[in-house]
């Protein structure tokens, strides 16, 4: 458990701890207060598979029919039918990050007042061409030269109806799909639940090792992928060959495998297939003990980026991959002391997403793959006493591909029109967003999936 | 009906597999001194223990140093636990708390305050060998089990079937034995009138019993009329006759793996019921049963996996590492997955077994050699005395020739390669020493008891 950064919120902190350790114990994602909404895909079945075919660690959620010997034959028949298909990643900013830092009405005159310490100054990042008072923040020049290509539409202001300030409910809300907080299943779920297949569990990939509650399904099987470098055995003091040593040493282990004593037994077995599942995984990773993607692109050196690099090799090697979700790296609750972090998690969001999409372009692939960036909400107009920032409402959201439109979609409405919480205004309902790219880029009637799609308006997000 | 017992010899061995199902494993030394005792003698210092625990060693600290805050910080309560079971001089009482709080299973998930919860613990570790009857009723008035099956704010007009329900089902007569739906319906409202406040930044406060909330109308349970209230809801419950067989097998459960036979069940039954249902007459006759000895072994639940190394290498609770590998080998305490509690069926698979093998690690970090500053260090050249000398660094457990000849292959590997040069000769027989400790840890004979 890595400490918590100290300017989170208390609410953030825990729930991310929570979160993330609990979702590793694979017991299900659990709520961190009484009142506040489970998790979408809360107590789903969850089962660890190997699949030979793809070489990777899988664990499979929602598909306790489903045997081991059937999930490479599920993936396989998917892998000819769902050839071409197009693919959806959810990259979410987990903590809500400041939209008017990542696009900073520079040329606002309200912005200097509202952020004496925070403001940025003309010059300081890229100008926004389509309204002159937005400039990029610094460190998302990536995606001003992306805009500039148009591959990149940009969302200033994007949120929803009585926007609330719990990380945990809005959050919630843009995963289901709905401002509904007792919805169990992802609105990426609800899409795969009407396209998807019964046996491929692929379909619906968490890139993280934890299952994105936004890909939770109530029908068809999902799974995460866990990195093949993270199941080692590591011991403190013992190196070289001698540890190659002792990992051959625990499949000895297994020599009680037939142990009249059935719990003996199952321990020795045991030990002998998590040796066997550590050599299977060990083909994909080198000497360096990174996975080998075989990438002709240079990612930035993170997890994020090793995580999209694996995903564009296993898009360009055919799997049957039709909704992904990962979390994008970066803290975004920025309370106190914003600039430096902020700065730092947007500068590898964009540094990687760009290289996401180079990759995809040279292995022929981007024309089938949009990558949607949001956050759970913006931050305040008017920053706090510790150089931070508090809960806010409007957040920015970002839509990167090829067949992207590209442009602006909504508007920036200005400072001084913010809402009685003194919040920038939503001009964007990401319900309308996601009931347009249903619609426009996986050609399915959102009104199955988007419970109030009827009522949202549509925006023209894809190229023709 | 006499109850079988244990007449073979009662040495280490035995005192060891005792102190496991009944604790959390030996301290250094701990089953031979056990084992001087015999067989009634181990069971009656189990079962007889002092009123007051005598915690052995130093306090528990965070990874900084600080002292544990069990009722504030997310895990310190694991953490608080843990210490209590590598420390406690009352192995007994501190298993038996667990067994409670997977009997009467309630997840901090739902109930959101540890300071509760470890309220509900220090009940099950106070009257945890007593009368269960007196147990089931604290347990069902107990504030984190009222919110965590819904006693709270279940007044007579909406009275909620939660509790009533798991009461019978899972706590004292199991599914399908002998009520129906409608017992059911009449227990939710012989169970109504409990109520507490919600303060917002605090939780809930001020539980207490409003007689106006309560359906003081009749009710039919079990096909007995009455007026009937909580207290004596419960007490229905012990009094029907699947009651006693539910009990013994279940209790049962917690220390062998195998099912009693037809006489053993039989005769624990009739001692429950003739002690006036008595936790602690039943817990020492399991204890001195041939199938506690005799039988095939248990997995370690994580948890007493961690404390046994603890136990074992003396060490403290020093990080807040167990947490987040206690998770990943699957019990996170104060979060059973449901109110079934954990399924111990499943504490061992390729995922749980690198928990295990990093938890292993953990504890070994502090003891790991450096290949590099062996100044002083006397290591065995010999493969077998490498070997001897980790097995004792584990107070020497008993092992079985297969794994003796596994951990005797990979010394025996590791000291035809420390050759050549400086580094191989000086460095690698102190990593197959550390190696070996870490393999012993892992192997199939310290994993299960």
């Known amino acids: 458990?890595?400490?918590?950064?100290?300017?989170?919120?208390?609410?953030?902190?825990?729930?991310?701890?929570?979160?993330?350790?609990?979702?590793?114990?694979?017991?299900?994602?659990?709520?961190?207060?009484?009142?506040?909404?489970?998790?979408?895909?809360?107590?789903?079945?969850?089962?660890?598979?190997?699949?030979?075919?793809?070489?990777?660690?899988?664990?499979?959620?929602?598909?306790?029919?489903?045997?081991?010997?059937?999930?490479?034959?599920?993936?396989?028949?998917?892998?000819?039918?769902?050839?071409?298909?197009?693919?959806?990643?959810?990259?979410?900013?987990?903590?809500?990050?400041?939209?008017?830092?990542?696009?900073?009405?520079?040329g606002d005159a309200r912005y200097r007042r509202l952020r004496p310490n925070l403001a940025f100054k003309p010059g300081d990042g890229p100008v926004f061409r389509e309204d002159g008072r937005l400039h990029w923040h610094p460190s998302l020049a990536p995606f001003a030269k992306l805009h500039k290509q148009g591959k990149l539409t940009v969302f200033p202001a994007i949120g929803y109806t009585h926007p609330d300030q719990s990380h945990f409910t809005s959050r919630h809300y843009w995963e289901v799909g709905a401002l509904?907080?007792?919805?169990?299943?992802?609105?990426?779920?609800?899409?795969?639940?009407?396209?998807?297949?019964?046996?491929?569990?692929?379909?619906?990939?968490?890139?993280?090792?934890?299952?994105?509650?936004?890909?939770?399904?109530?029908?068809?099987?999902?799974?995460?992928?866990a990195s093949p470098a993270d199941y080692g055995f590591e011991s403190h003091h013992v190196w070289d060959v001698v540890h190659e040593l002792m990992e051959d040493a625990i499949a000895d282990l297994g020599a009680l495998s037939r142990h009249p004593d059935p719990v003996l037994a199952q321990a020795a077995q045991t030990a002998a297939q998590s040796h066997s599942l550590h050599r299977q995984l060990g083909r994909l990773v080198g000497k360096d003990g990174k996975v080998n993607y075989h990438t002709k692109v240079e990612y930035p050196d993170n997890e994020f980026g090793r995580r999209l690099a694996g995903l564009a090799a296993m898009l360009d090697a055919g799997f049957p991959i039709r909704a992904v979700a990962l979390s994008g790296p970066g803290d975004y609750d920025t309370h106190a002391d914003q600039a430096g972090p902020l700065a730092d998690g947007l500068k590898t969001v964009a540094e990687t997403l760009a290289a996401f999409q180079r990759d995809l372009e040279r292995r022929g692939l981007a024309g089938r793959v949009l990558t949607l960036v949001w956050t759970e909400f913006g931050r305040r107009a008017e920053q706090n006493a510790s150089n931070g920032t508090d809960h806010?409402?409007?957040?920015?959201?970002?839509?990167?591909?090829?067949?992207a439109r590209g442009r602006m979609v909504g508007e920036f409405a200005g400072l001084n029109r913010l809402d009685k919480d003194g919040n920038l205004r939503a001009t964007v309902d990401f319900r309308a967003v996601y009931s347009s790219l249903l619609e426009q880029w996986f050609d399915v009637d959102a009104g199955r999936i988007v419970p109030d799609a009827k009522k949202m308006p549509r925006h023209s997000l894809v190229k023709a | 009906m006499p109850l079988p017992v244990f007449t073979g010899p009662f040495g280490p061995a035995q005192a060891e597999r005792l102190l496991w199902r009944a604790g959390f494993g030996p301290r250094r030394g701990e089953e031979l001194r056990l084992a001087r005792k015999g067989l009634d003698g181990a069971v009656s210092w189990l079962t007889n223990p002092p009123a007051k625990d005598r915690l052995v060693g130093w306090h528990p600290v965070?990874?900084?140093?600080?002292?544990?805050?069990?009722?504030?910080?997310?895990?310190?309560?694991?953490?608080?636990?843990?210490d209590r079971m590598v420390r406690t001089s009352r192995p007994l009482v501190e298993r038996m708390t667990l067994v409670w709080h997977d009997w009467f299973a309630t997840s901090n998930d739902m109930v959101g305050s540890q300071r509760l919860m470890i309220r509900q613990n220090l009940l099950f570790r106070k009257i945890g060998l007593g009368s269960f009857p007196g147990l089931a009723m604290r347990v069902t008035v107990n504030p984190a089990m009222l919110v965590y099956l819904n006693g709270l704010n279940s007044p007579k007009e909406a009275p909620n079937e939660n509790y009533?329900?798991?009461?019978?089902?899972?706590?004292?007569?199991?599914?399908?034995?002998?009520?129906?739906?409608?017992?059911?319906?009449?227990?939710?409202?012989?169970?109504?009138?409990?109520?507490?406040?919600?303060?917002?930044?605090?939780?809930?406060?001020?539980?207490?019993?409003?007689?106006?909330?309560?359906?003081?109308?009749?009710?039919?349970?079990?096909?007995k009329a009455g007026p009937w209230n909580w207290k004596q809801a419960v007490r229905l419950c012990i009094q029907h006759p699947a009651h006693p067989s539910f009990f013994v097998k279940k209790l049962w459960s917690y220390f062998v793996p195998v099912p009693p036979d037809e006489a053993t069940q039989a005769a624990l039954e009739q001692l429950y019921r003739e002690s006036g249902y008595q936790i602690r007459p039943v817990v020492a006759a399991i204890l001195h049963h041939p199938l506690l000895y005799e039988g095939p072994r248990m997995a370690k639940p994580p948890v007493v996996y961690t404390a046994g190394l603890l136990r074992s290498l003396g060490d403290r609770i020093a990080t807040e590492d167990w947490v987040w590998l206690d998770i990943m080998a699957g019990q996170l305490l104060f979060y059973p997955p449901n109110v079934s509690g954990w399924n111990d069926g499943r504490w061992l698979d390729t995922s749980t077994f690198r928990a295990r093998w990093q938890l292993a690690g953990r504890a070994l970090r502090k003891h790991a050699?450096?290949?590099?500053?062996?100044?002083?260090?006397?290591?065995?050249?010999?493969?077998?005395?490498?070997?001897?000398?980790?097995?004792?660094?584990?107070?020497?457990?008993?092992?079985?020739?297969?794994?003796?000849?596994?951990?005797?292959?990979?010394?025996?590997?590791?000291?035809?390669?420390?050759?050549?040069?400086?580094?191989?000769?000086?460095?690698?027989?102190?990593?197959?020493?550390?190696?070996?400790?870490?393999?012993?840890?892992?192997?199939?004979e310290m994993q299960t008891a």
């Open chain 1, 1 to 106: 458990m890595s400490a918590p950064r100290c300017y989170h919120c208390a609410e953030f902190t825990r729930a991310t701890l929570f979160r993330r350790s609990v979702a590793e114990a694979g017991r299900g994602l659990p709520a961190i207060e009484a009142g506040m909404p489970l998790p979408a895909g809360t107590g789903l079945d969850r089962r660890a598979f190997v699949s030979r075919a793809a070489g990777l660690a899988l664990t499979v959620y929602g598909a306790s029919a489903l045997r081991p010997a059937a999930l490479d034959d599920g993936i396989a028949r998917a892998a000819v039918s769902a050839r071409g298909n197009r693919v959806l990643v959810s990259v979410f900013l987990p903590g809500g990050a400041d939209a008017l830092s990542v696009l900073a009405p520079v």
């Open chain 1, 180 to 225: 509904d907080a007792r919805e169990s299943v992802g609105w990426l779920g609800r899409y795969l639940d009407v396209v998807g297949d019964p046996d491929n569990a692929m379909q619906g990939l968490s890139l993280d090792g934890t299952l994105q509650p936004s890909l939770a399904t109530g029908r068809v099987p999902v799974s995460t992928l």
């Open chain 1, 392 to 403: 806010g409402a409007a957040g920015a959201a970002f839509l990167l591909g090829t067949k």
């Open chain 2, 62 to 82: 965070d990874g900084k140093g600080y002292r544990l805050s069990p009722t504030d910080k997310f895990g310190h309560d694991h953490l608080w636990w843990l």
């Open chain 2, 164 to 223: 009533g329900r798991e009461l019978m089902e899972l706590f004292t007569l199991g599914a399908g034995s002998g009520y129906s739906e409608r017992d059911v319906r009449e227990q939710a409202r012989a169970l109504t009138g409990w109520t507490a406040d919600y303060k917002n930044g605090v939780g809930w406060v001020r539980f207490r019993y409003k007689q106006e909330h309560h359906d003081d109308a009749m009710k039919v349970v079990f096909g």
């Open chain 2, 369 to 444: 050699v450096h290949p590099e500053r062996t100044k002083g260090v006397d290591v065995p050249r010999d493969p077998e005395k490498l070997v001897n000398r980790a097995l004792e660094f584990w107070g020497s457990p008993p092992i079985s020739d297969e794994t003796r000849a596994a951990l005797l292959a990979f010394a025996g590997k590791v000291m035809a390669a420390a050759v050549a040069d400086d580094y191989r000769q000086k460095a690698f027989p102190v990593m197959a020493l550390n190696g070996l400790r870490h393999l012993i840890a892992a192997s199939p």
